[in-house]
């Protein structure tokens, strides 16, 4: 998700269904989701209740580092 106001977008979606994790980055927000194709509309739904103005939303596959770190987090909630 990109914005000129990332901040905002971190706290709109930060406890939103799905997401399992987000991380900013410059003016782009990057979030790991259970289910992109259905949790996209969700997001710019709650994006636009928030009235926050988003440039762009875009779908790419994990990198093997968000599948790694998803990993990790599965195996110490495992634990916990």
Known sequence: V????????RDAL?????VSS???VG??????VDDASHR?????????????TVAE???TEPTFEDVFV??????ERGRA
């Open 57 to 59: 939303v875009a779908v």
């Open 70 to 75: 998803a990993s990790v987090r599965a195996s």
């Open 40 to 52: 996209i509309v969700e997001i710019r739904e709650r994006l636009a209740a928030a009235a926050i």
């Open 27 to 32: 003016e782009g927000v990057h979030l790991v």
């Open 22 to 24: 987000l991380l900013v």
């Open 2 to 9: 990109v914005s000129a106001d990332p901040d905002a977008v």
């Open 14 to 18: 930060e406890a939103a269904p799905g």
